[in-house]
Structure formats: C-alpha cells, structure tokens
C-alpha cells in the first residue's frame, strides 16, 4: 500500500485528460456535421421548389402551349421564377430560377417535349 501513493492522482488525471479531448472532438464534429446537414436541406429544399414549378408550368401543356410564358410562382418556403426560353416545333426549352427564404438559389434549365407532355432534359446550373 505504501508504494501506491504518488500513482492514483497523475493516473485520474491521464484518463479525464482523455476524456475530455474526446468529448472535445465529438462535439466539434456534432457542429461539423449540423453545418453539413443545414447545407444539404437547403439544397433540397430549393431543388423541391423547382420540383414543384416545373409540374406546375407544364400541367396544362398537352393541349395547348402558350407562346409566350414567363412568371413566377410564390412558395411558403420560397420563389420560383420562369420563363421560356425557345420552343422548336417539339421542343420548348424553360429556365426555371428558385430562391428559399433563406437565400439559398438554384437554376435548372429543363428541355420539354410537347408531344409526349414529359421533361425530356434536365440541366443543373451553377449560380453564383
């Protein structure tokens, strides 16, 4: 017993030493990964947004497509303005521009066949 009695104390201080470090880099990966993961919803909820706009716009184009067309739609999480760039015979060739209320933009620029009422191409641009 006499001989343990400078070894407890450094030995308590190397393991809560160790301890707090690792709980150190667990919470700074915790606000790594909220930062990540704040991004990534942001994204999606822009690209939800255009999503949401391009079924919108072409809901009613079997029948008839307008000549000119160019406007914007109002979201409860954002903005999604759009107009139509060239159409060709089958094709009509739409920019579709969005914006979340927190700022976050994304454009997608989609190619849509007339005659089979589908999004024939689907283009993500970068904004800056």
Known sequence: MNNQKGV????????????IMMLILMIDQF??????????EE?????????????????GWEAETPEVIEGHITYPNGVVQYSLLKQDG?????????????D?????????DLEAGRVVEWIEKQTS
């Open 31 to 40: 606000i790594i990964d909220k930062r990540f993961y704040k991004e990534v």
């Open 90 to 102: 089958r094709y009509a060739l739409i920019d579709f521009f969005s914006t979340t209320n927190n």
């Open 8 to 19: 407890v104390f450094p030995m308590v201080l190397i393991i809560a030493s160790v301890f």
């Open 104 to 112: 976050r933009v994304g454009r997608v620029l989609i190619q849509y």
């Open 43 to 59: 994204s999606l909820v822009a690209d939800h947004l255009v999503h949401l706009a391009v079924k919108e716009v072409t809901a």
